[in-house]
């Protein structure tokens, strides 16, 4: 559904619903207009639908469709303007306003917000370009003697703020440092000779908190613990091939030294042995 507005008094407006809407000075038309120049019932809006037709009943009043006269009728679409008497009207959708609006309203835009006690929390709105200075043709103009007529110039480019001092006599300094050009960031102070401000606009994406996915209790051991190896403590592995190794080490030893005990054992027994035969055999010989 679509409503016919001033584009300077948001209160007078009406709704275009069928069957049709009237226009004119007389107190019972749907939309009254307050102008000697506009005839009592000076049109009317046939409405069907999205179909909106303009019939302009009265022939000594004039009716402009987007700056052309309206002499009998003609279709009139959304956006269209009607220019009736000293009255600028625009068709518009209600809902698409609103979705503007809201966005709008939600977009973060940069400003100034004034410091000096005279002015202090005063917010100056920064346009893509927007020139300050003492001289009227400036976008924010302060009758101070202490500014250039054209004293500093504000771009916003890609979404960020950047200052350009225009060759004043005093100097433009960000955070207390003067400066020729350069970037502006959300929180910074900008002054212009003693003229300060804080900057208020969006974050860069460093000021936001960066989430790191969340771990388990004992993934989080673990990595303590690789943390203790890594600063110089035993690793779990190496320790227990060392071991092994030592174990391995010792096994062989005890082999070695086990086979040794067993050769002495048998070159005892032999040693006696043949001791003992010597001794029989020289008893029989009658050496004894």
């Known amino acids: 559904m679509f409503k016919l507005c001033d584009l300077k008094d948001a209160s007078l407006s009406v709704w275009l619903v069928a069957p049709k809407v009237t226009l004119g000075r007389a107190a019972n038309c749907d939309l009254t207009i307050a102008d000697d120049s506009v005839a009592k019932l000076q049109a009317e809006i046939v409405v069907d639908g999205e179909t909106l037709t303009l019939n302009n009943l009265s022939g000594a009043g004039q ?73 009227d043709e400036c976008d924010i103009t302060f009758s101070l003697s202490h500014l250039s007529r054209r004293h500093a110039r504000l771009e916003v480019r890609e979404g960020l703020l950047f200052v350009t001092d225009l060759g004043s006599a005093n100097g433009t300094y960000l955070n207390n440092k003067r400066i020729v050009e350069t970037r502006v960031r959300r929180g910074d102070e900008l002054r212009f000779d003693t003229l300060s401000f804080s900057v208020v606009g969006p974050a860069d994406d460093l000021d936001k908190t960066t989430v790191r996915p969340a771990i388990s209790i004992p993934q989080a051991r673990a990595a303590s613990q690789e943390a203790k190896d890594a600063q110089g403590r035993p690793n779990v592995v190496s320790f227990a091939e060392t071991t092994r190794e030592r174990q391995k080490y010792q096994g062989s030893s005890a082999v070695a030294e086990a086979s040794g005990g067993s050769g002495w054992i048998w070159v005892t027994g032999l040693l006696l042995a043949a001791a003992t035969l010597g001794y029989f055999w020289a008893r029989n010989q009658g050496y004894f």
Do not use: M, Y
């Not at 402009?64 to 003609?74: A, R």
């Not at 004034?114 to 893509?128: D, L, R, S, T, W």
């Open 63 to 135: 009716i402009l469709l987007n700056g052309s006269p309206v002499k009998g009728s003609c279709e009139v679409k959304l956006n269209d303007q009607l220019q009736v008497g000293g009255r600028v009207l625009q068709v518009v959708d209600p809902k698409v306003t609103k979705l503007r609006a809201a966005a709008s309203a939600s977009s973060v835009a940069w400003a100034l917000r004034a410091n000096h006690p005279a002015i202090a929390g005063k917010v100056f709105p920064v346009k893509e370009t927007t020139v300050v200075g003492r001289s």
